[in-house]
Antibody, heavy 118, light 107 residues
Framework: QVQLQESGPGLVKPSQTLSLTCTVS??????????WSWIRQPAGKGLEWIGH???????NYNPSLESRVTISLDTSKSQFSLNLASLTAADTAVYYC??????????WGRGTLVTVSS | DIQMTQSPSSLSASVGDRVTITCRAS??????LNWYQQKPGEAPNLLIF???SLQYGVPSRFSGSGSGTDFTLTISSLQPEDFATYYC?????????FGQGTKLEIK
C-alpha cells in the first residue's frame, strides 16, 4: 500500500524559499504511469494544485505560481521535492503531496502546515 | 483557468437522507471530473474519478453523474461518517482546479 509523507519546516520567513520533501513508500516513484503532485490548502479554504513531476523529469506548474515553483525528483531516495521562492503570508497553507494518475490524485500525504511569518 | 462552482456551499442533512451536490464547470470538461471527501484535520480522499468510477473501498451509496459542464455527487443514504466537506476537481486542462467545497453537516 503506497504511503506518502511530507516533511519540512513549519515556519518560514517572508521572502525566503520554502523547501518540502515527500517520501514515498510502498510503490516505485519511477513507475512511468504516475505523476507526483503538490497541492496546498490555506486554512479554512479550498484546494490549489501547485504542480507535478513525471519520472522522466517532465514538470507542469500552475501558471499562478510558475515563476516561483520548482518540483524535482530523487528516485534513489524515493522522494520528490517542492521549492517555492519569494514567500509571502499568502503562501501560508497546509501543503500536501499526492500520487497522480495523472487526472486524479490518490493517495495523499497527511499534509504539513507551513506558516510564513517573521 | 476553468472555474469549478459547487452548490450548495453548505448543507444540513440527517442520517438516512439522500443528498445531492452539484458541480458546474465554466466550460465543457467532458468526463474529466473527480470527487474528494475531506474530514477535519485530514487529507482529501478520492471518492469518484472520471465522473462515475467509484474508487476502491468507497461505499456504493456514493455515486456520480453528469457530463460536459454539469455534474452531481449523490449519497443515497447518509451515514454518520459521511459528514465532511466534498470537493470536485477538473482534470480536462491544466491547471487542474477544484471547486470551493460543500460542507455537509448534521441537521
Amino acid at each position: 500500500q503506497v504511503q506518502l509523507q511530507e516533511s519540512g519546516p513549519g515556519l518560514v520567513k517572508p521572502s525566503q524559499t520554502l523547501s518540502l520533501t515527500c517520501t514515498v513508500s510502498g510503490d516505485s516513484i519511477s513507475s512511468g504511469g504516475y505523476y507526483w503532485s503538490w497541492i496546498r490548502q490555506p486554512a479554512g479554504k479550498g484546494l490549489e494544485w501547485i504542480g507535478h513531476i513525471h519520472p522522466t523529469g517532465t514538470t507542469n506548474y500552475n501558471p499562478s505560481l510558475e515563476s516561483r515553483v520548482t518540483i524535482s525528483l530523487d528516485t534513489s531516495k524515493s522522494q520528490f521535492s517542492l521549492n517555492l521562492a519569494s514567500l509571502t503570508a499568502a503562501d501560508t497553507a497546509v501543503y500536501y503531496c499526492a500520487r497522480s494518475w495523472p487526472n486524479w490524485h490518490d493517495p495523499w500525504g497527511r499534509g504539513t502546515l507551513v506558516t510564513v511569518s517573521s | 483557468d476553468i472555474q469549478m462552482t459547487q452548490s450548495p456551499s453548505s448543507l444540513s442533512a440527517s442520517v438516512g437522507d439522500r443528498v445531492t451536490i452539484t458541480c458546474r464547470a465554466s466550460q465543457s470538461i467532458g468526463s474529466y471530473l473527480n470527487w474528494y471527501q475531506q474530514k477535519p484535520g485530514e487529507a482529501p480522499n478520492l471518492l469518484i474519478f472520471a465522473v462515475v468510477s467509484l474508487q476502491y473501498g468507497v461505499p456504493s451509496r456514493f455515486s456520480g453523474s453528469g457530463s460536459g459542464t454539469d455534474f452531481t455527487l449523490t449519497i443515497s443514504s447518509l451515514q454518520p461518517e459521511d459528514f465532511a466537506t466534498y470537493y470536485c476537481q477538473q482534470s480536462y486542462s491544466s491547471p487542474h482546479t477544484f471547486g470551493q467545497g460543500t460542507k455537509l453537516e448534521i441537521k
